[in-house]
């Protein structure tokens, strides 16, 4: 599970502050006030632990990616290459499946965009990485030569100090997944009894940080539309995809994997469409025996008849793979959600946040969520007050644009639910609001009653 991060001169954020990651975080806000950058972020770098390529420091994204960012001019803050992009993230590793006992992790790095003979890269300055109580760190640094670029590696060690190891690497060979260290690439090294151990940790490093960010999943704010068929090729999907394309085909792989194991996704999924009001039954069926093409029917009232997914309101299709995906992800894992109440009536939002209450939990899920609604907010607050959801279980954030970067407030919440820091026109101005709507009502009626006297 995430646990803290911080994030510098990334798009508008010049610096976020350590963020306080809990099993639900929510990020509210306006439009553009930054908030969907933090997730962005998080993107980023699992796209760039995730990719094939070894030369890659930072994988910004094509149309394959889950997220596109451009070029690294596009995502440093003020669009100012000078700036360094810089990061801290620390999570926590459940040591050999026992919940009592967890490692605390901790990665940061610094990358900049550095020039060699007119040919701009993107390059790793520095990391380093806190296993537990056990520090190794490395930091990097680039000194340009007549036959090309080379980066020294130091080793600080927490017992013989700074500079007990030094060797260097070809420039080209930029450690893989912001973690790894190609060992054939070393051309000179010292101490080599203790760079074995050092190698050891760095590996063990790489395969942390890449554990962490596989299990990070996400839903974008703009789900597939709802299909009248969906083909199915035996296959089950690792996740439902960035639009939640592959919900359905989990579901189905779920429903028949139910037949062995009596565990059917879908029966879960159904029972929080019910409490949204969404629909009364939910069924997925084959269009006919021994066919791979599958058809979702359901009833919207008891009394309704049977119809298509497509013939329903849209917010079915919309809701349904937040639903499915945090079934069919492994436990244990990270999910991050935009606007995951997005074409929800108010009182199915409210009973979204139940929802994301309930698989934390059960499933020991982390939701990481960019929100724009008050209905989900004020349900985690009377949970809260009504004891269902501990305080320290949930970490809120109101995002702002200030002096053209975006600003953090963290919400602080008493035991009882309460905001004691609520910021002004946090959902826009409500008391405003009613005022004018009080004093508008006032001045029609008058006139009304002068136009009539």
């Known amino acids: ?89 620390s999570w926590d590793r459940i040591l050999k499946g026992d919940e009592d006992m967890r490692s605390a992790l901790k990665f940061q790095a610094e990358i900049g965009e550095i020039n060699i003979y007119g040919n701009v890269r993107i390059a790793l300055n520095s990391f380093k990485y806190w296993n537990g109580n ?21 080793f600080e060690d927490p017992v013989l100090g700074v500079n007990s190891m030094v060797f260097v690497t070809n420039f080209y060979s930029v450690p893989r997944g912001l973690s ?8 000179e090294m010292s101490f080599q009894a203790r760079y074995d151990e050092y190698v050891e940790k760095i590996i063990r490093n790489a395969s942390d940080l890449e554990s962490l960010f596989r299990s990070i999943y996400y839903i974008g704010p703009l789900r597939s539309y709802p299909e009248r068929i969906y083909a199915w090729g035996g296959m089950e999907p690792v996740d439902v995809g960035r639009y939640g394309e592959k919900a359905v085909q989990a579901l189905i792989a779920s429903k028949l994997r139910s037949e062995y194991t009596s565990d059917y996704a879908g ?55 937040i639903l499915t995906l945090c079934y069919h992800a492994q436990q244990g894992s990270v999910i991050l959600l935009e606007q995951p109440e997005l074409h929800l009536h108010p009182s199915a939002q409210s009973v979204l946040a139940d929802f994301l209450i309930e698989v934390i939990k059960e499933r020991n899920l982390q939701i990481v969520l960019e929100s724009h609604s008050e209905h989900l907010l004020r349900r985690l607050q009377r949970r809260i007050a009504e004891e269902k959801l501990s305080a320290e279980d949930a970490a ?51 006139n009304g009653h002068e136009s009539h006297s």
């Not at 790894?180 to 051309?187: P, R």
């Not at 009001?277 to 066919?291: K, M, N, S, T």
Request: with cysteine; charged share 25%; proline share 3%.
């Open 1 to 89: 599970m995430l646990t803290e991060l911080r994030i510098q001169n990334f798009k508008s954020w010049a610096d976020t502050g350590a963020m306080r990651f809990a099993p639900i975080t929510g990020f509210f806000g306006a439009n553009s006030s930054g908030k969907s950058s933090i997730l962005q972020f998080l993107l980023m770098l699992k796209q760039t632990t995730e990719s094939n390529d070894v030369m890659t420091v930072l994988n910004l994204g094509d149309e394959r990616a889950y997220i596109e960012l451009g070029t690294f001019y596009d995502v440093i803050h003020q669009h100012d290459s000078i700036n360094r992009l810089e990061f801290q993230v």
């Open 134 to 154: 056990d520090s190794v760190g490395v930091r990097l640094r680039f000194s340009p030569t007549q036959e090309g670029g080379e980066l020294i590696h130091v």
């Open 180 to 187: 790894m260290i190609d060992e054939q690439k070393i051309e």
């Open 267 to 321: 029966n879960r999924v159904f029972r929080w469409l019910k409490a949204m009001g969404l629909v009364d039954e939910f069924l997925i069926e084959p269009i006919a025996q021994g066919r791979r093409e599958y058809e979702i029917r359901i009833k919207k009232t008891s009394s309704s008849p049977y119809v298509s997914l497509v013939d329903v309101g849209f917010g079915v299709s919309q809701v349904l793979p």
């Open 396 to 446: 809120l954030y109101f995002c702002e644009i200030e002096n053209g970067a975006s600003k953090l407030t963290s919400l602080q919440l008493d035991p009882f639910g309460n905001i004691t820091n609520w910021p002004k026109d946090f959902f826009g101005d409500e008391m405003g609001e009613l005022h004018a709507l009080t004093v508008a009502g006032i001045k029609r009626k008058r």
